[in-house]
């Protein structure tokens, strides 16, 4: 997934000033390079925590994942919709 690993990537998105517009509530991610995915949770507070997904795999023939990867886009849609109202 490009020249830096994915938790290092967490590590910088972490550190970085106003990641989020509403930092009591948790924030979500994905890496990406096209094929594979990976999905975070961000939690900000004294010590900002994080949780990733299992990488889903789109190029896995004949069992690929990508309805699991579209499930979790809705679900998280969603969630952006019913925390903008």
């Not at 938790?7 to 550190?15: D, E, G, M, S, T």
């Not at 949770?41 to 990867?69: C, E, H, M």
Request: hydrophobic share 35%; net charge positive; aromatic share 8%.
């Amino acid at each position: 997934m490009g020249s830096i690993h994915p938790r290092r990537k967490l590590v910088l998105i972490v550190r970085s000033k106003g990641f989020s517009p509403h930092p009591k509530q948790p924030s979500f991610g994905m890496i990406s390079n096209g094929g594979s995915f990976l999905f975070v949770k961000l939690v900000q507070g004294q010590i900002p925590q994080y949780a990733t997904s299992s990488q889903f795999d789109l190029r896995r023939k004949p069992d690929n994942d990508l309805y699991s990867v579209l499930s979790i886009l809705k679900h998280l849609g969603e969630l952006t919709q019913t925390n903008s109202n």
